[in-house]
């Protein structure tokens, strides 16, 4: 009797602010038109009042929905790593894709010069 215990909320994310942060995502991706809808639609097989919900900010995607809106979206990836105060994995996953790009684009570069076998990346 009489003991407290420690805040175990402090730190976490509430429910408002998750909401709005996959909204914010969502309408940087998509837009706020009919098509956003649509194509929340399609990524994640919910109802259109649903979609409309989670991109109005009055409701969020919980379980599976959120894996696909990540799946297909980088900006609510971005959302959820940064909300989670992982930013910097997707720091690290967009220098890996940016790396990749370059690496095709100098094979591209390579062949257009006529220069063989000597490109950048050839023996990784």
């Given at each position: 009797?009489?003991?407290?215990?420690?805040?175990?909320?402090?730190g976490?994310?509430?429910?408002?602010?998750?909401?709005?942060?996959?909204a914010?995502?969502?309408?940087?991706?998509?837009?706020?038109?009919?098509?956003?809808?649509?194509?929340?639609?399609?990524w994640?097989?919910?109802?259109?009042?649903?979609?409309?919900?989670?991109?109005?900010?009055?409701?969020?995607?919980?379980?599976?929905?959120l894996?696909?809106?990540?799946?297909?979206?980088?900006?609510?990836?971005?959302?959820?790593?940064?909300?989670?105060?992982?930013?910097?994995?997707?720091?690290?996953?967009?220098?890996h894709?940016?790396?990749?790009?370059?690496?095709?684009?100098?094979?591209?570069?390579?062949?257009?010069?006529?220069?063989?076998?000597?490109g950048?990346?050839?023996?990784?």
């Open positions: 009797m009489g003991k407290t215990f420690p805040d175990d909320d402090e976490k994310v509430d429910r408002l602010e998750y909401q709005m942060a996959i914010a995502a969502l309408k940087r991706e998509l837009g706020g038109a009919h098509r956003a809808i649509k194509t929340v639609m399609r994640t097989g919910v109802s259109e009042r649903t979609a409309k919900n989670w991109i109005a900010g009055s409701h969020g995607p919980s379980g599976e929905h894996v696909e809106l990540m799946r297909n979206s980088d900006e609510v990836l971005a959302a959820v790593l940064s909300l989670a105060g992982q930013s910097d994995l997707k720091i690290g996953a967009e220098l894709e940016t790396r990749e790009t370059l690496l095709q684009v100098l094979k591209v570069l390579d062949a257009l010069l006529g220069i063989s076998g000597v950048v990346g050839e023996n990784e």
